[in-house]
């Protein structure tokens, strides 16, 4: 049931590497070259072409279908089209009596907060879930009761874990035969680290922000996840390397509709528009896309298709606040 939370590493297909996707080993006796840092396109190309089986010509100009399905979407988004809530699963009905319940501890307790959620036997098993996962996890033994898991995390802590709980669902959609599924899977595993380096940011420079920069992590990829629910009315098999790019420039707009549609904190909604190309210098939109151009190279890394070296070069130039991003997460 909850198998999406799981982070496998599984090889690569041949041919589904980019151009230039592995670094070249230098030549026999020649000294070793500093590491290029990697750019941001070239991360956010490799990563969405990581989404789908076929290979992705990288230079291949926008097709007239693929124009087309931009412009649709992007239609349906300006004129807040029905069917951009459509892909949008609906947020748990009790979610404002939990987070009220969390939000004045002096008037819930582990049992209350427990019971509240038991209400909704689904949503409770999610939740659960999310606590045992391997992002969330904070010990080796699970957790078995959700009263236990309250105890062990307090309210403050089971905030989060609900948040990604009633979140995490987006994920969860019956996927076109061109995108490889369990790199899609990958994409829940990812916010989840996104996330939780925001957290850690957010605590080490004194953000009175935590918890919605938390949940501008845990949502930084929802219009992603719901525009690749559409793909399937494309009509070419391989995507084109300008497509991916109007893909990712369309989802970050998306997120922003889907944030104000679920009601999340205007803290939230404002450092994810940054993100959209709107006039903002908001430090801590900074710090997400920071933290989303690192997780991304690390499950690259971890697949092969980013040299070690480069994301050793990329960790570098990151501030203080992002120290400890990305060891020991296990991306899918």
């Given at each position: 049931?909850?198998?999406?939370?799981?982070?496998?590493?599984?090889?690569?297909?041949?041919?589904?590497?980019?151009?230039?996707?592995?670094?070249?080993?230098?030549?026999?006796?020649?000294?070793?070259?500093?590491?290029?840092?990697?750019?941001?396109?070239?991360?956010?190309?490799?990563?969405?072409?990581?989404?789908?089986?076929?290979?992705?010509?990288?230079?291949?100009?926008?097709?007239?279908?693929?124009?087309?399905?931009?412009?649709?979407?992007?239609?349906?988004?300006?004129?807040?089209?029905?069917?951009?809530?459509?892909?949008?699963?609906?947020?748990?009905?009790?979610?404002?009596?939990?987070?009220?319940?969390?939000?004045?501890?002096?008037?819930?307790?582990?049992?209350?907060?427990?019971?509240?959620?038991?209400?909704?036997?689904?949503?409770?098993?999610?939740?659960?879930?999310?606590?045992?996962?391997?992002?969330?996890?904070?010990?080796?033994?699970?957790?078995?009761?959700?009263?236990?898991?309250?105890?062990?995390?307090?309210?403050?802590?089971?905030?989060?874990?609900?948040?990604?709980?009633?979140?995490?669902?987006?994920?969860?959609?019956?996927?076109?035969?061109?995108?490889?599924?369990?790199?899609?899977?990958?994409?829940?595993?990812?916010?989840?680290?996104?996330?939780?380096?925001?957290?850690?940011?957010?605590?080490?420079?004194?953000?009175?922000?935590?918890?919605?920069?938390?949940?501008?992590?845990?949502?930084?990829?929802?219009?992603?996840?719901?525009?690749?629910?559409?793909?399937?009315?494309?009509?070419?098999?391989?995507?084109?390397?300008?497509?991916?790019?109007?893909?990712?420039?369309?989802?970050?707009?998306?997120?922003?509709?889907?944030?104000?549609?679920?009601?999340?904190?205007?803290?939230?909604?404002?450092?994810?528009?940054?993100?959209?190309?709107?006039?903002?210098?908001?430090?801590?939109?900074?710090?997400?896309?920071?933290?989303?151009?690192?997780m991304r190279a690390c499950v690259l890394a971890q697949a092969g298709l980013l040299d070690q070296a480069r994301l050793a070069a990329l960790r570098q130039r990151l501030p203080d606040y992002a120290e400890g991003w990305c060891q020991g997460a296990a991306h899918g």
């Amino acid at each position: 049931m909850f198998s999406w939370f799981r982070r496998k590493h599984k090889p690569e297909p041949e041919g589904f590497t980019l151009t230039a996707a592995r670094a070249q080993a230098p030549e026999s006796g020649a000294a070793p070259a500093a590491a290029a840092v990697p750019e941001d396109a070239e991360i956010q190309l490799r990563y969405l072409a990581r989404l789908f089986r076929a290979a992705v010509d990288a230079d291949a100009a926008l097709r007239e279908d693929e124009a087309a399905w931009l412009r649709q979407r992007d239609e349906e988004l300006r004129s807040r089209h029905a069917s951009l809530l459509e892909q949008v699963p609906r947020l748990p009905s009790l979610m404002p009596r939990l987070l009220a319940a969390i939000n004045d501890p002096g008037k819930g307790n582990a049992r209350a907060l427990a019971a509240l959620l038991e209400t909704d036997p689904v949503f409770a098993a999610n939740v659960l879930g999310v606590v045992n996962g391997p992002a969330l996890r904070v010990r080796r033994e699970p957790i078995e009761s959700l009263e236990q898991a309250v105890v062990i995390l307090g309210l403050s802590g089971m905030r989060e874990v609900i948040a990604a709980a009633a979140i995490s669902p987006i994920v969860n959609f019956n996927r076109d035969r061109r995108l490889d599924g369990e790199a899609v899977k990958g994409l829940w595993s990812q916010s989840l680290d996104v996330a939780m380096a925001m957290r850690l940011a957010a605590s080490r420079t004194g953000s009175a922000h935590g918890f919605a920069l938390y949940l501008a992590g845990l949502t930084h990829a929802s219009g992603l996840m719901a525009l690749l629910r559409g793909v399937g009315s494309l009509t070419a098999a391989v995507p084109s390397g300008a497509f991916l790019s109007g893909l990712e420039s369309l989802s970050r707009r998306y997120t922003v509709a889907i944030v104000r549609h679920w009601g999340l904190p205007e803290h939230t909604a404002h450092v994810l528009s940054c993100r959209t190309g709107a006039r903002c210098s908001h430090p801590e939109a900074a710090m997400l896309e920071q933290a989303v151009s690192l997780m991304r190279a690390c499950v690259l890394a971890q697949a092969g298709l980013l040299d070690q070296a480069r994301l050793a070069a990329l960790r570098q130039r990151l501030p203080d606040y992002a120290e400890g991003w990305c060891q020991g997460a296990a991306h899918g």
